[in-house]
């Protein structure tokens, strides 16, 4: 069975301070992919990144870092210097052999100016 | 428009009625997918449709669940004798290949609510 675990429900941070949040995955698989999507209030869930297994290389897209650790079963995303427009709920999604998104409970991040 | 369009947004309905929802994926699109998103939870997975077939029902609930994509464009989820339990959003996304590697895209969903 495949697990997403995202332990911080709600995280507060004041506009320009660095945020991490947490994400820890549990497969059997060896092969697998992992996500994250960001729900605005509008609703809709936007891609933000896709890794797969094999390829643990930290990645870096403007203020948005990801750091994978295969050791930790963990995909940790940074933002950096945030925004009052990063205020959202943020998901971690697993998907291995199938064609399912498994995903966490999500973390809701709010950005206070 | 260019992305998923969902309708209705928002569906108000009695205990044992039955609803319909719509997902109209984007042009070209093969796949497509049913989540539902409880409050304060993340989606969860109901059906994955590669073409007209439904490749894995295997997160449907129950038999009163049940959905189709007869031209493997346009996609519904029905619902029969609702219960207040089924309340959720319903989002639908759809994918250029099969999703295994590439994104999802994600449509607005329908808010079912059950009375």
């Known amino acids: 069975a495949q697990k997403v675990t995202q332990a911080q429900t709600e995280i507060s941070v004041v506009e320009k301070e660095d945020v991490t949040l947490d994400c820890v995955y549990e497969?059997?698989?060896?092969?697998?992919?992992l996500f994250w999507y960001k729900q605005p209030p509008s609703g809709e869930l936007v891609f933000l990144i896709r890794r797969n297994s094999f390829d643990e290389q930290n990645e870096i897209s403007g203020r948005y870092s990801w750091n994978f650790q295969k050791s930790t079963s963990s995909f940790n995303f940074t933002i950096t210097a945030s925004q009052v427009v990063d205020s959202a709920v943020y998901f971690c999604?697993?998907?291995?052999?199938?064609?399912?998104?498994?995903f966490g409970t999500g973390t809701r991040l709010t950005i206070i100016p | 428009g260019a992305g998923v369009s969902q309708t209705p947004s928002n569906k108000v309905t009695e205990k044992g009625k039955y609803v319909e929802l719509r997902c109209d994926p984007i042009s070209g699109h093969t796949a497509l997918y049913w989540y539902r998103q409880s409050l304060g939870q993340g989606p969860e997975f109901l059906i994955y449709f590669q073409g007209t077939g439904a490749a894995d029902d295997s997160g449907l609930p129950n038999d009163r669940f049940f959905a189709v994509r007869p031209e493997g464009s346009v996609s519904t989820l029905k619902i029969q004798r609702t219960e207040r339990g089924d309340s959720a959003v319903y989002l639908c996304a759809s994918s250029f290949d099969s999703g295994r590697t590439g994104e999802l895209f994600f449509g607005e969903g329908s808010r079912l609510t059950v009375l």
């Open positions: 999604a697993l998907r291995y052999r199938n064609e399912k998104l498994t």
């Open positions: 497969t059997r698989d060896t092969t697998y992919y």
